[in-house]
């Protein structure tokens, strides 16, 4: 909220500043958010053993084993088909022309990507005297707000109606958990995951980041009036979050610390721009 708010007063100065300079454009961005699905992990309950950790709590333990008619279980396995879905991509944008083919701008964009994912329980059910075993299916729900601060170098080929547009963009990344829980039963069980610090092992968890990428921009350019245009771009681009690694555990690590890997993520995006 608080990035909300200076980037809509510096949306407001600079709209001031536009009416006295016609090379100045103003903005906004909207689009879709294909997330990379390794980051997708950290909602799934693997980590830090977060899930199984918790079914063995007693009280937890107590409560599934009412909802599975007194039966015991033990926890199984988790679903390695997580992933997020697009998310929808929102934000301003403000730039300049310096010249009448190349253009430079800053964009912010805020989203909320979705997680959903499953595990497995398995029943300990003295009854059964199959070879088979019993097993039950919950969900894994997670939710997380995003911010991308972008500059963009973008080139538009001349043309007349549309015009193809390449370019280049360095990228601010920030990254936080909004919700993480697991359900069973049809949501006749919900166990919140979400937590800075887990009380069973005693162990600080990441809960939010800022990281850096970079990439590149490929789309077209076209007239809407006479005042404003439309510029319809695909940015996939290269980033570096870390979602697992606390500063704390950095430092106890040393120089075991493995950094976190570049991933690919992908923006579509329409720009509706003033000129």
């Not at 200076?6 to 100045?24: M, R, T």
């Not at 961005?29 to 997330?35: E, I, L, P, R, Y």
């Not at 253009?103 to 300990?124: C, D, G, P």
């Not at 500063?247 to 075991?256: I, M, N, T, V, Y």
Request: aromatic letters at 16%.
């Amino acid at each position: 909220m608080r990035l909300i708010v200076i980037f809509s007063f510096i949306f407001g100065f600079v709209f001031s500043l536009k009416a006295q300079d016609s090379k100045l454009f103003i903005g906004f961005n909207t689009g879709a958010k294909f997330g990379n699905r390794n980051y997708a992990l950290r909602y799934t309950g693997a980590y830090q053993n977060e899930l199984p950790v918790q079914f063995d709590n007693p009280n937890i333990y107590q409560q599934v084993y009412q909802i599975l008619g007194n039966k015991d279980f033990s926890f199984s396995e988790f679903n390695e088909l997580y992933h997020y879905k697009p998310a929808f991509n929102l934000g301003l944008l403000i730039g300049y022309n310096t010249s009448p083919n190349l253009q430079a701008s800053i964009a912010t964009n805020f989203s909320r990507l979705k997680m959903i994912s499953t595990y497995t329980l398995e029943v300990i059910d003295p009854t059964n005297f199959t070879t088979q075993g019993q097993y039950v299916t919950g969900n894994i729900l997670g939710e997380e707000s995003r911010f991308n601060g972008r500059f963009n170098l973008d080139y538009i080929f001349d043309g007349d109606k549309v015009r193809f547009l390449l370019g280049g963009s360095g990228m601010f990344l920030a990254w936080r958990i909004e919700k993480q829980i697991a359900e069973l039963n049809n949501e006749s069980f919900i166990l919140p995951l979400y937590s800075l610090h887990n009380p069973n092992n005693n162990i600080t968890k990441k809960v939010s980041g800022m990281g850096w990428g970079y990439g590149i921009n490929a789309g077209i350019q076209f007239n809407i009036n006479d005042k404003f245009k439309g510029q319809l771009v695909y940015q996939p681009y290269l980033s570096k979050l870390d979602y697992f690694t606390t500063k704390l555990q950095k430092e106890q690590l040393g120089s075991s610390y493995q950094k976190p890997k570049q991933r690919l993520e992908h923006d579509l995006t329409l720009r509706l721009i003033w000129k």
